[in-house]
């Protein structure tokens, strides 16, 4: 599925569970309502951020980005913060 750029948000949602090995998805806002778990295709699907926060969250709040760190390194770290602290 392609992601619909123009929308005002796009949000990251992850199949059956918030877990290194689920299926990301990416969906716009506006088939969402931003709802933390929707169901997609017979999936739940849980949301983990919109890819802003997402970035944000690397560049600046968890001060992952050009620290050396691999990408499954950034991962492990956004699905504890999505866990634990937000």
Not at 14 to 20: G, P, W
Not at 42 to 62: K, R
């Amino acid at each position: 599925m392609n992601a619909n750029t123009a929308s005002e948000t796009l949000l990251i949602y992850m199949k059956h569970s918030l877990d290194l090995e689920s299926e990301v998805i990416i969906l716009p806002i506006e088939w969402t309502e931003d709802d933390l778990v929707i169901e997609k295709d017979g999936a739940v699907c849980y949301q983990l951020f919109s890819l802003d926060t997402t970035v944000e969250l690397i560049e600046f709040d968890l001060d992952l980005r050009n620290k050396g760190y691999s990408d499954l390194e950034i991962a492990i770290r956004l699905l504890e913060y999505r866990l634990n602290d937000a």
